[in-house]
């Protein structure tokens, strides 16, 4: 397998993207920049789902709808071998895993990795009081009361690399990446819980290179984000310009095999000036859609 690098965009509307336990479950802020902050283990969380939802097994996640230790949660996986482990777990092929086997801590560096997220957008926090009918206790003359926050809107941008070097090492499969690419296209939108409803994929650009050395940088640094009002609240009132990654591609694309992605009608695109969309933005790589 050879190296790939990976652009992904969603949007967040009225909705809490990551909640910090440090902090009463607020939004995860910079707040010297105003800026939303996503870690690399939500993102990896809806992709986990997602090929949990799709039938397949992975390792980080509860039994019979509660949290387990890593050491029972490998309890089925006693007898078995380090290639049977890995033939069995998706997520740890993808993502690696620190794993108790045969009385041994058992680390696999994952192939796939994510940078934490971040807002391309200077982001507000909307902050509510809710109230519960349901009581703290018998003697509680009235329900609980509690806060909610919430982004007004928020474009977040992942960067995140597959190593092909590393892909070896666990095992992972083409049809594995195909799979993750599939889960950044559809597995948000389907994750519509009360805090995430309101969030959706906007763009996703993975670049397979021709070999297992190629790594062209955070593709974040040559996308600029175009605000048409202040205070934006809408995918609407934004556009995204992409002529300097165009660029920077074009100066590379003799590395690159193709280019896998999807866009999002909603998400208005600019090169040079002009509106387009990725498909004729990229026209003269070799295109492959997730579909």
Request: net charge negative; hydrophobic share 35%; with cysteine.
């Amino acid at each position: 397998m050879n190296n790939s690098e990976i652009l992904f965009i969603y949007d967040s509307k009225l909705s809490n993207p990551n909640g910090d336990p440090d902090e009463e479950n607020r939004p995860r802020m910079d707040y010297e920049r105003d800026i939303n902050l996503v870690s690399d283990l939500r993102l990896k969380r809806f992709i986990r789902d997602y090929i949990c939802d799709k039938g397949y097994d992975i390792f980080v996640r509860k039994l019979d709808d509660k949290s387990v230790t890593a050491e029972k949660r490998m309890e089925s996986f006693k007898n078995s071998s380090e290639d049977e482990i890995l033939e069995s777990l998706v997520d740890v092929r993808l993502f690696g895993a620190t794993m108790p086997i045969k009385g041994d801590n058992k680390t696999f560096i994952g192939p796939v990795q994510f940078n934490w997220g971040y807002s391309l957008n200077r982001v507000e926090l909307l902050e509510a009081s809710i109230t519960s009918h349901f009581k703290t206790n018998e003697k509680a003359q009235q329900g609980t009361i509690g806060k909610d926050y919430r982004v007004k809107y928020s474009l977040i941008a992942f960067s995140g690399v597959i190593s092909g070097k590393r892909a070896l090492k666990t095992k992972l499969k083409e049809s594995d990446v195909d799979l993750l690419d599939k889960a950044l296209r559809y597995s948000i939108q389907n994750h519509a819980t009360r805090s995430k409803i309101g969030e959706y994929p906007r763009l996703y650009i993975r670049t397979v290179y021709k070999d297992d050395e190629t790594i062209l940088g955070d593709f974040r640094d040559y996308i600029k984000l175009n605000e048409k009002i202040e205070n934006v609240r809408d995918i609407k009132e934004i556009s995204l310009d992409i002529t300097s990654l165009y660029n920077h591609l074009k100066l590379n694309s003799e590395k690159i095999d193709k280019i896998v992605y999807f866009s999002d009608d909603s998400l208005e695109l600019v090169l040079n000036g002009n509106t387009t969309t990725l498909l004729e933005a990229l026209k003269e790589f070799n295109l492959c859609e997730v579909r």
